[in-house]
């Protein structure tokens, strides 16, 4: 189940390497690639478990339901609260992203003191 979006009704077919996601958070974390976009959407209904088809340039209203079970899919996103304790893996995964988000920043200074020769030139 998506961590992302608790309420998730649908899940969506990616068009970039065609697997389900639940939201494109999922995708990003499971793939190293972004994820194409596409105006034709393939869903998933996870109430009845059927697949759908829409396009996204006409999306109308009424293509907010399943068109197997009428089950509303789009809905307001529940997304969980931000904690400072997670447990399991997700400690490990916060850590490293926070140390990720860190290393950008030094990884900033690096490029302004390695590559000034690259600044020069250009
Ligand atoms: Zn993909
Ligand atoms: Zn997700
Ligand atoms: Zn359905």
């Known amino acids: 189940m ?3 979006i608790l309420n998730a009704q649908v899940s969506i ?3 970039c390497c065609r697997q389900w996601f639940d939201c494109a958070h999922c995708h990003a974390e499971s ?3 972004e994820l194409k976009p596409t105006m034709e959407m393939v869903f998933a209904c996870k109430k ?3 697949c ?3 396009d996204m340039n006409e999306f109308e209203e009424s293509d907010e339901f399943c068109p197997f079970c009428d089950n509303h899919f789009v809905i307001e996103a529940k997304e969980p609260k931000p904690r400072l304790e997670v447990e399991g893996d997700d400690v490990r995964k916060d ?3 926070i140390k990720d988000d860190r290393l950008k920043g ?3 200074f690096t490029i302004w003191d390695d590559e000034g020769e690259a600044a ?3």
């Open 120 to 122: 020069r030139l250009g």
């Open 95 to 97: 850590a490293r992203m």
């Open 52 to 54: 759908f088809r829409k």
């Open 106 to 108: 030094r990884e900033e």
């Open 2 to 4: 998506c961590k992302h």
């Open 48 to 50: 009845c478990k059927k």
């Open 13 to 15: 077919r990616s068009p």
């Open 31 to 33: 793939q190293d690639h």
